[in-house]
T-cell receptor, first 115, second 112 residues
């Protein structure tokens, strides 16, 4: 069964450093998402991406964040200058057809630790 | 804005016990409702969903009914197993982008 994959599974970085989190969505999917979960808190929406552009972003997704689909298979989340409060589990998701109820498939997540 | 509220956890049950996990929501428009499950060390997996009022989603013995009048989507299972131990998230989606709004999640532990 096709699945969403994410790398790395755990990333440790120093405050102020740039990080890139990588995702490979399911191959025929068209809509891509990033979510994050700070330890003990809710899973929060960050950004959605469709047709090679951001379709919606949350207040969390400020100028320090960017997303890219560089080669038609990978979907990346970049944090330019990490802060301590960026420490969280980051989940990538993708879905296929249009329609509100279509299922988002999630990857296993990347745990980001900012020291 | 949209929000999802789940009952406080964790929940610990004996095998074969009846499970109810409460979920209520606030949304503009007509949301679709979901339950996702996260097993230890894994990502979020869709457990079941419902797209309109009075729909019942079901999977692996779990059920939830979309109740518009009470804005609820409670998860139930008649007889839990040790393998059901996981974190359960209630969520909704609205709008063209279908972004998900999640509840806080609840940890279920089932003991033999």
């Amino acid at each position: 069964e096709p699945e969403v994959t994410q790398t790395p599974s755990h990333q440790v970085t120093q405050m102020g450093q740039e990080v890139i989190l990588r995702c490979v969505p399911i191959s025929n999917h068209l809509y891509f998402y990033w979510y994050r979960q700070i330890l003990g808190q809710k899973v929060e929406f960050l950004v959605s991406f469709y047709n090679n552009e951001i379709s919606e972003k949350s207040e969390i997704f400020d100028d320090q964040f960017s997303v890219e689909r560089p080669d038609g298979s990978n979907f990346t989340l970049k944090i330019r200058s990490t802060k301590l409060e960026d420490s969280a589990m980051y989940f990538c998701a993708s879905r296929g057809a249009s329609g509100r109820a279509d299922t988002q498939y999630f990857g296993p997540g990347t745990r980001l630790t900012v020291l | 804005g949209n929000s999802v509220t789940q009952m406080e956890g964790p929940v610990t049950l004996s095998e074969e016990a009846f499970l109810t996990i409460n979920c209520t929501y606030t949304a503009t428009g007509y949301p679709s409702l979901f339950w996702y499950v996260q097993y230890p060390g894994e990502g979020l997996q869709l457990l079941l969903k419902a797209t309109k009022a009075d729909d019942k989603g079901s999977n692996k013995g779990f059920e939830a009914t979309y109740r518009k009048e009470t804005t609820s989507f409670h998860l139930e299972k008649g007889s839990v197993q040790v393998s059901d131990s996981a974190v359960y998230f209630c969520a909704l989606s609205t709008g063209a982008n279908s972004k998900l709004t999640f509840g806080k999640g609840i940890t279920l532990s089932v003991r033999p």
